[in-house]
């Protein structure tokens, strides 16, 4: 079997590279005008024109590299014309900063799903405690309720799961004038269950 010589093998390995879409290679130098050359193990140098560094124009290549750095990018032409394969460093961070764009929205939605499915739980655990609690409630039973509004027919008493209406005549035994100057929103008063329809439910203090 008859050996490759070196010039075959080397002119091998550069078409393998030839496919390589994205190169990885040694920062080699950077000149005034902002171009970054490097060098990935290819035959020829490659070279980021400045244009090619960032979209944002006022960028310098020098605050982000030096010599001796690793820096990665796209292969725009194997030949720009001078013997330099070239290179963009801003369309590498375009596709990056996709990829983690849609990877971002991706765990957004998926946040939205779990607060979702959160919400949709308490939902039901909420109306489980309500419909155990309008089971259980009985007339004659004592709460430490508080009022969470007051009219000038009542107050509402909020009893934990459900709220219930201490109308002015169930206040006392006595006759009460105007519930606002007897009560205020947010104060602990102390009532009886006086009756229990479908849906309401109606308080006494006497």
Do not use: C
Not at 99 to 111: A, C, M, N, P, S
Not at 148 to 156: E, N, V
Not at 161 to 188: A, C, D, N, Y
Request: charged residues 35%; hydrophobic residues 35%.
């Amino acid at each position: 079997m008859e050996e490759k010589s070196f010039e075959e093998l080397y002119n091998e390995s550069l078409n393998e590279k030839r496919f390589d879409k994205t190169v990885t290679g040694t920062v080699i130098g950077i000149s005034s005008k902002g171009e970054i050359f490097v060098d990935f193990g290819y035959k020829a140098d490659g070279i980021i024109p400045k244009k090619e560094y960032s979209d944002d124009e006022t960028l310098d290549p020098k605050d982000e590299f030096e010599t001796g750095d690793t820096i990665s990018a796209d292969v725009l032409q194997w030949n720009d014309g001078l013997g330099n394969v070239l290179l963009s460093y801003k369309k590498l961070k375009r596709r990056e900063n996709a990829i983690k764009e849609k990877e971002l929205r991706e765990q957004r939605v998926k946040e939205r799903e779990i607060q979702k499915q959160e919400y949709e739980k308490q939902k039901a655990e909420k109306a489980k405690n309500i419909e155990e609690f309008w089971n259980n409630l009985k007339v004659g039973e004592t709460f430490a309720g508080t009022i969470s509004k007051i009219a000038d027919y009542g107050i509402f008493v909020d009893l934990g799961l459900v709220r219930g209406l201490l109308h002015i005549s169930e206040m006392s035994w006595g006759r009460v004038e105007s519930p606002k100057k007897v009560f205020t929103v947010g104060q602990t008063v102390k009532v009886y269950i006086k009756s229990i329809s479908e849906t309401k439910v109606a308080l006494s203090m006497k």
